[in-house]
């Protein structure tokens, strides 16, 4: 788990004690070991540099900048 609460509310664990789940340690926003947090960053800045001034339009700048990301990123 990640420590998010919904991973480590009390019931939760409970939850995957009590149908035998093993929960593996895993470091909170490590890019290393979960390379979609390498996409958002990017999606991030290039969104912040547009500087969206309502809803409607970082919607748009979102859907905008999101097809313009390389496969490759």
Do not use: Y
């Not at 019931?11 to 035998?20: I, N, P, S, V, Y």
């Not at 890019?31 to 309502?54: D, H, S």
């Amino acid at each position: 788990h990640d420590n998010d609460p919904k991973h480590t509310a009390r019931a939760t664990k409970e939850w995957l004690r009590k149908k035998h789940f093993k929960v593996l340690e895993w470091p909170s926003q490590s890019p290393g070991l979960n390379p979609i947090e390498n996409l958002w960053r990017e999606l991030k800045v290039r969104v912040a540099q547009r500087q969206p001034q309502n809803i409607t339009a970082l919607e748009e700048i979102c859907m905008e900048e999101w097809a313009k990301i390389p496969a490759t990123v």
